[in-house]
Structures are given as C-alpha cells and as structure tokens.
C-alpha cells in the first residue's frame, strides 16, 4: 500500500514515543500522530510522508482509551506547551516510566529493572513558576499575538491564561497583554521568586516549587547512601544542591559559570550560615581537574546538573580516568542524559545503582532524572 500526504487511513495506537507522540503502523510502516493514547484506534490525516515513516494529524478518536480525560487548556492541541493533558494524571507517569526505560536502554544500555517508578508532582496543574511569554506580528490577521510558540513550532498562539503555570504569573500575563510590546518578536519571562533564595534575573531556578523538596530529598539519599564526605557541584547556578546537601557533607565547592550566579550563591549560603563550602565562577570542564586534586577520590561525590546538552566529552572522560567514589547526574533531558551514562558506564568503570525519574513538568513531554553512579572498585 503507498501512502501520500493527504490520505486519511484508520490506526491503532501501540505506543507513546519519547516526545509524546502516539505510534501506529500500516503493515510495517510506523505513523506518528500527536494527542492519542496507547491502545485508541483513531481517524488521522497524513500530513507527511518520508521514506520510512509518516506524520499525521489526529482526525477522530473511534475507540477512546479508559484513560482519555478532558484538557483542562482552551489553547491545548495548539499551543506547543504541553503534549499530555488529554492523558490521566497517573496514567502519564505510567507513560514517561516506559519511555524512559526504553530510552536508557537503547542509548545507555541500562537494564530496565534499575528506573525507579516516576514521583509524581502534587500539583499537576498549576506548577510552573517560570515562562516565557512571546510575541509575534500576525501579517495576514494584522494583529500582534502574545503567548506561546505554537504545535507548529514556527507562529505564536495567542493566549491569556496558562494552566500549568503558577497562579501568580497568570496575573502576570494579564498584564503583559494589557501593556503589549510594540513589535514583534519580543521575549519577556516571567516568574515567580523562591522563597529565600538570592536569584538573579537571568539566573536558573528548578521550575517547580512542589516537587522541589522530593528532588532534594532524593540527592541527599544519594549521597548518604554512598557516604561521600566531599562534594563537587557542577553546573551548580545559585549554589542549590550544595547548599541543600550542605548538611550531609564535611565540605563542598559549586561551580557555575554565570558570575551572578555564583555572586548570588555565595550570599544564598551565607544567609543560612552555610560555611562548609565555597562557589567558584568556572566552566565545569576546567575547575573539575583542580578540583579533583583537592579532595580523596575514595571520598567524593560529583554531582552533574549540565544543561540539555549534556556534558563535554573531556568531563566525561577526567570523571572516568580519576574515578570519585560517586557521581550524581540529574538532568530534564533523558537523551543526552542516558548517553553520557553510557560513557561513563563503558568498560564497567562506573556502575550505575538506580535512576529516579521525577514529573517536573506533568502535562508536558518532559521528565527530570537523577542517576545514581558509583565507582567500580
Ligand atoms: C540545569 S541548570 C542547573 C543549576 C543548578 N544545579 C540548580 O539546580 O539550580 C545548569 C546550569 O549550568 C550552567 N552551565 C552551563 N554550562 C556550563 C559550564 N560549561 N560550566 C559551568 N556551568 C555551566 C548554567 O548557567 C546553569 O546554571
């Protein structure tokens, strides 16, 4: 059977793909349809056709899976923000525990047995305390959309509410919208300050309130677990884990290259009358071989936060060649994530314990992960 763009053909749903989309399969030919659910046969129209795969665009759902439920978004299906609120809560976290799995294992080459299931968010609405607002001249219309980059990833859909952000910066929008940035093409973030937190304007914060304390929990058992007595933080923004794990260590060092955040992390110990550690402003790959120097190897724990890139490979492989006791990779970006672990696992240098994922972003495509490595003696 050929298959061209245009043809609308009947599908049954067999899998959710990493990224969020559904799979089904004309014979041996996969279909990749957004906003379906695992076992839902659906109505779709081709939108694209490549050589071994096609794109479609969801028409009607003919048997709706039990776990279908109402968006609670006007803007969802068009909006790019969230891929999942057409799914129930719990059966999301079901999903993500899959894709992980399936990924680590193909990248990374980790059993499946070692992904813990994902710590659901207790607010799965409601939750984000950062987001960019933008905007866009809409020729054709003649009118300026503000809000958010749409499905299309290409033209901004205008919006005035969003329903995964903090009800603070929906107020926010409110008033973005009523004093409207004269052209467009204009970004303005929005957040909401933690609370007792020294963060500057362009600095990173973790982007949910109410899952944060689960995050921490979760590296202090890592460490304790392992009974590191040092910590090197890298890529450590306002100085949040060390700061946090401050408690369990005898002495840390952060490092981060955003000089004002690393300004502000030194206040954000000093406010809580943390004098175990110091910050240093550095990229990671150049402090960590000093540093590595400074304290017993058998004695050190690494914590790894990099941006969605991931680490550089010359990191990767100081880590491999001078083997601390642990290292902690956490990251919102399973891909690059499951193929750094897979480096430093090579050869059975580091040998990893557990993967915890956590639903930082319920809702969305996205998944937090913190990784649980330890040196092979
Ligand atoms: C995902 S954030 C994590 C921040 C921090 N661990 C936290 O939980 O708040 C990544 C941080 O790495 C910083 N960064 C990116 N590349 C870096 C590099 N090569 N060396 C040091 N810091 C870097 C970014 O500025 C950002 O603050």
């Known amino acids: ?201 362009d600095s990173f914060f973790q982007n949910n309130f109410f899952l944060l304390p689960k995050l921490v929990e979760t590296v202090k058992n890592c460490l304790q677990a392992s009974g590191a007595k040092h910590l090197i933080d890298l890529y450590c923004g306002v100085g949040f884990f060390g700061i946090e794990a401050a408690d369990v260590v005898d002495s840390f060092v952060g490092v981060e290259y955003d000089q004002l955040a690393i300004k502000a992390a030194r206040e954000n110990a000093a406010s809580r009358k943390i004098s175990n550690g110091e910050f240093i402003s550095a990229k990671s790959e150049e402090a960590l071989p000093e540093l590595l120097k400074k304290f017993p190897t058998d004695q050190t724990a690494v914590i790894l936060d990099p941006p969605r890139k991931g680490c550089w490979p010359s990191l990767l492989e100081l880590l491999r060649n001078t083997r601390p006791a642990q290292v902690i990779y956490v990251s919102c970006h399973p891909a690059t994530m499951a193929r750094d672990l897979n480096i430093l696992c090579a050869d059975g240098v580091f040998e990893l314990a557990r993967v915890q994922p956590l639903d930082m972003f319920p809702q969305t495509q996205h998944v937090e992960c913190v990784a649980d490595l330890r040196r092979r003696n």
Not at 15 to 34: I, K, S, T, Y
Request: proline share 8%; net charge positive; hydrophobic share 35%.
């Open 1 to 201: 059977m050929s298959l061209k763009t245009g043809d609308q053909i009947t599908l049954t749903i067999h899998d959710l793909a990493f990224g969020g989309e559904g799979v089904g399969r004309v014979n041996d030919f996969v279909v990749f349809v957004p906003f379906v659910i695992t076992g839902e046969t659906v109505e779709v129209q081709l939108t694209e056709v490549k050589k071994n795969f096609a794109r479609a665009k969801l028409l009607r759902v003919i048997t709706p899976s039990p776990e279908r439920v109402t968006p609670e978004c006007g803007y969802f299906t068009q909006c790019g923000g969230c891929q999942y609120q057409h799914i129930d809560y719990t059966a999301q976290l079901r999903f993500k525990h899959k894709q992980i799995s399936d990924l680590f294992e193909r990248i990374g080459k980790i059993a499946p047995d070692r992904i813990a299931p994902v710590l659901p968010c207790p607010s799965p609405y409601g939750y984000r305390n950062r987001i960019m607002i933008r905007s866009q001249w809409n020729g054709p219309a003649k009118k300026l959309e503000i809000g958010f980059v749409g499905v299309d990833n290409k033209y901004v859909v205008n919006v005035t509410e969003c329903k995964i952000a903090e009800p603070a910066l929906n107020e926010q929008i409110t008033h973005v919208r009523a004093n409207p940035p004269p052209k467009g093409g204009v970004k303005v973030v929005l957040r909401v300050q933690p609370e007792g937190w020294s963060v500057p304007k």
